[in-house]
């Protein structure tokens, strides 16, 4: 059986399931004959869009609620057969300025979901997006699993937290518990309304809207990017495979690129924008970690998992994505 | 000027101060001419007692708090030199049974005094109590700093949180903090009414009470253990030094001990008790770690400390704390 087939009329609950990835690995369960329900808030300045199920709201269930509410969480992972928990709190700066918010949403919310799984459904999967973030500034590269974790912010504190809840709740209860640590994912539904989440999606936003795209520096730092299809199909295997129980695993992308390489060529498949290079703030220079990106060799071995998706190609599709449905998405800020 | 000099007339904050290895340096600062404040909730499960600062009392300032409250931290932290923080949850078996607990002591209050110190008092220095829990099930020995961090439970999730929240406050905002990773500590003061917070104290409990030791096994894993007046030692070089501000450091003690080498010698100073060795329970053993000992050279290296207690010495000192004191710590509860 593939890991495709297992999804058959299982129940799935996706936190987050409004947002870039859960959307998408949500529309993908759909297609395979899974029941969805999507947990999200719908918090205004995070990724949940209900746009992102347009086409798919009468195929799944849509539960607003927030993670940080443990009775919601009680009741819905009741009857689950997987839980993909994605729900989280990603922006780093936004971490920094109000630190308690993330640690009830990246921490306090995961031991909250943990709990209830114990209690109400110990038999249920979860799989967990963890972050190459949790890495901190790299010691060498590729990063691998064995690599320190010396998080450089609060929301790395925070996101490595919740997923040791996960590994000590399965080595603890034998919780059936993976985290994949996510490197920078692309494509779309991303949110791109304020570039406090990423620089992937403010670089696509701005040159399809004709506008200059900023590096500090040369540009020259390199980073991974996997497409979301791909990080799709790495937690359909996780959630598949019961021998990833209690493990993290690193995603990773094709070859790393640099910045100015990645603007490039944003602004040639747009056929719009341009990119400036301005001198370094200090403080962005003091909390820059140089190139970083992740070796996928574990998922490879254990989940037969590779990222398949060109740059190029998961580009286009990103950007076509948001040439047509970009209205949906710009929202009222442009900060 | 040495570090213990450092200290004359400067105002010194202990969290936690009322507990075991707060109140040694409590004392040991007083005698240093520290004007000395500590804070404690004298939770009763917990380690806080006011007769750890026997003959103390008039020579230092004595706050009963929570550091959970934040209004309470922002005004003591205001004014002071250095910042002891080593208040905390310190029960594996409590953070599992009360995991929200936990994560409030170990990792949120630690948020909020390290907010309560950027925004009232900028320049004052913090060492911290970390552990060497931190690193989980040794991959290999001795565990050095660059291990890789794999709490084995939500204490050791929460305790690596609480750390990294002091590393990131360091580099974000030059918070002057350093985390020292503490392994077994023992002597005078510490709590032995029950053996939810570690072996020793328990093992010496029993032994002075005429009880019976029982190990799992054949009693041959391996642990290190460090006196009380050499942790303290090294959180007054800590504080002393501005080159440690940003770094973890491990402590460590004299050669590692067996258990059963450790429970006979308690024994045989005791004059009483005895040794019995049991089959493991099942549930213990799946969460066994092994043998553990920490190398302690980049501290040595760093603040050229290192533990000068012999193990003998050290347990004769609290054997012989307890024959003459132990009525102000046996408590009601004996589980």
């Known amino acids: ?29 759909v297609d395979l004959d899974a029941r969805v329900t999507l947990v999200d808030s719908l918090i205004p300045a995070y990724g949940g869009n209900l746009f992102n199920i347009a086409g798919y709201e009468e195929r799944l269930r849509v539960n607003i609620a927030d993670v940080r509410d443990p009775y919601s969480m009680r009741a819905l992972v009741q009857g689950q057969d997987v839980l993909f928990n994605l729900a989280g709190q990603v922006s780093h700066l936004d971490s920094m300025e109000d630190p308690f918010t993330d640690l009830e949403i990246n921490a306090r919310s995961q031991l ?32 691998d699993e064995d690599h320190i974790q010396a998080p450089t ?60 795209i900023q590096l500090y520096g040369d540009g020259s730092q390199l980073r991974d990017l996997c497409y979301v299809d791909d990080v799709v199909d790495a937690f359909l295997r996780a959630g598949a495979s019961a021998e990833t129980n209690g493990q993290v695993y690193n995603l990773g992308g094709p070859e790393p690129v640099s ?54 190609a998961g580009l286009e599709r990103m950007i076509e994505y948001y040439e047509r449905y970009g209205e949906y998405y710009w929202g009222a800020s442009k900060d």
């Open 259 to 312: 910045l100015l390489e990645l603007s490039r060529l944003i602004i040639e498949i747009a056929g719009r924008g341009r990119v400036e290079l301005v001198p370094w703030p200090p403080a962005r220079k003091r909390i820059d970690i140089g190139d970083v990106y992740s070796s996928y060799a574990r998922a490879e071995q254990a989940l037969g998992w590779r990222p398949t998706t060109p740059l190029r």
């Open 112 to 143: 909250s979901i943990l709990e209830a799984c114990r209690h109400e459904n110990p038999a249920i999967k979860i799989v967990y997006a963890g972050t190459r973030q949790q890495y901190g500034k790299p010691r060498y590269l590729p990063l």
């Open 1 to 29: 059986m593939s890991h495709l087939d297992f999804y058959a009329n299982k129940s799935v609950l996706i936190t987050g399931g409004l947002g870039f990835i859960g959307s998408n690995l949500a529309q993908r369960l």
């Open 153 to 212: 912010d609060v929301n790395g504190v925070n996101k490595m937290a919740g997923e040791w809840y996960h590994i000590v709740y399965h080595n603890a209860y034998d919780l059936a518990a993976t985290s994949l640590r996510l490197t920078n994912t692309y494509g779309p539904r991303q949110l791109v309304k304020h570039k406090r989440q990423g620089f992937i999606g403010w670089f696509v936003r701005l040159a399809v809207r004709g506008e200059t």
